[in-house]
C-alpha cells in the first residue's frame, strides 16, 4: 500500500517485522479467536493477526487507508471498520491487539477496558506504558496506575526503538499485555473512588488530608473538613503516591459511608 503516512494522525507506521511477529507471538491466538485491533494504517499488523485468528475486525479513522484495506481485504475473515475507535462501538472480541494510536491510548485503554476480553497486546509511549505499570512507592506510580489496575493486570513485555518505525516517532515505545481481572479489594462506589484518586494526585506533592481538601470539589462534599479529618489520620499523612489502591478504595468506601 502506496499512501504517504501523515504524523498529524498518529501514522507513524511498525516497518521491523521482527517486532511486528513478536506483537503476534505475545497474543498466543488460536484459529477460533476474534481480534480487535486499533489503527489499521497500512494493514501490516493486520495481515499477520489475519492467519492467526479467525475473524479480525480493525478500526481505522483515515479515509484513504480505509477504502484501500476494504479492498484488499474483500472477501477475507478481515472487517475494515472505519471511524473513530473512541465512537465506534466495538463488535464482539476475544483479544485486542494493537500498535495503538498514542494521542488517544488514555481513552481508548478505559474504552477498552469496558468490555469483557481475555487480554491485550497493546503497544503505547514507553513513558506511558511505565505509569501504567507502577506500583506503589515507585517513581512513576500516578492516577493512571491506579486506575488501570483497578480494572487489569498490567506487564511491560519489551521496550520497541523509534528505529522500527516509519516515519521514526519522537517517542520510544514499549509493548504492554493487560489482563482484566476483579480488583483485589471492594468499591462501594467506582465513580466516587475514581474521582477521589484523581483529587489525591491532582496534589501529589501535597499530603493526602491538603490534597483531598483542595480537590474536595470532585467528589462533590458539601462538608469536606468534616468527612476528610473524618479519614484514617496515617493515611492522610502521606502523598498519593505512597498510598496503595487498596488504601484508596478504602478511602473512597469511607468517605461513601460518611456522606451516605
Ligand atoms: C501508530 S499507527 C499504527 C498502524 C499500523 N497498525 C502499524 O502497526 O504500523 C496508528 C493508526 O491509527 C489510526 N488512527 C489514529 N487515530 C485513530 C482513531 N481515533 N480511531 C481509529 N484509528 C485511528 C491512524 O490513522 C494510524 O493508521
Redesign the pocket.
Known amino acids: 500500500m502506496d499512501l504517504a503516512p501523515d504524523k498529524r494522525?498518529?501514522?507513524?507506521?511498525?516497518i521491523d517485522q521482527a517486532v511486528l511477529h513478536r506483537i503476534v507471538d505475545a497474543a498466543a491466538l488460536s484459529s477460533d479467536e476474534v481480534v480487535l485491533?486499533?489503527?489499521?494504517?497500512?494493514g501490516?499488523?493486520?495481515r499477520l493477526l489475519a492467519q492467526k485468528a479467525r475473524h479480525v475486525y480493525t478500526?481505522?479513522?483515515?479515509r484513504r487507508?480505509a477504502e484501500a484495506l476494504e479492498a484488499d481485504f474483500q472477501g477475507s475473515n478481515v472487517t475494515v471498520i472505519h471511524?473513530?475507535?473512541?465512537k465506534v462501538e466495538f463488535p464482539r472480541f476475544d483479544k485486542v491487539v494493537?500498535?495503538?494510536?498514542?494521542?488517544?491510548s488514555s481513552d481508548v485503554t478505559f474504552k477498552l477496558l469496558s468490555y469483557p476480553f481475555k487480554f491485550a497486546i497493546l503497544m503505547y509511549q514507553r513513558e506511558f506504558a511505565q505509569r501504567m505499570a507502577a506500583k506503589v512507592g515507585e517513581e512513576d506510580y500516578s492516577r493512571l496506575s491506579v486506575t488501570v489496575q483497578h480494572f487489569a493486570d498490567v506487564k511491560l513485555l519489551f521496550n520497541v526503538s523509534r528505529r522500527a518505525?516509519n516515519p521514526q516517532p519522537e517517542v520510544e515505545s514499549t509493548v504492554v499485555k493487560l489482563t482484566p481481572r476483579p480488583a483485589g479489594y471492594t468499591v462501594a462506589d467506582e465513580e466516587l473512588f475514581m474521582k477521589l484518586v484523581t483529587a489525591a494526585f491532582a496534589g501529589r506533592r501535597k499530603k493526602l488530608k491538603k490534597a483531598l481538601l483542595n480537590g474536595a470539589h470532585m467528589m462533590g462534599l458539601k462538608d469536606p473538613q468534616s468527612v476528610i479529618s473524618a479519614l484514617p489520620a496515617d493515611v492522610l499523612d502521606r502523598r498519593a503516591e505512597q498510598v496503595s489502591p487498596e488504601e484508596f478504595a478504602l478511602l473512597a468506601n469511607e468517605v461513601a459511608r460518611l456522606v451516605a
Open positions: 494522525k498518529d501514522q507513524h507506521f511498525l485491533e486499533i489503527g489499521a494504517g497500512p501490516n499488523l493486520t478500526i481505522e479513522m483515515d487507508f471511524g473513530n475507535a473512541l494493537a500498535n495503538l494510536p498514542y494521542s488517544i518505525f
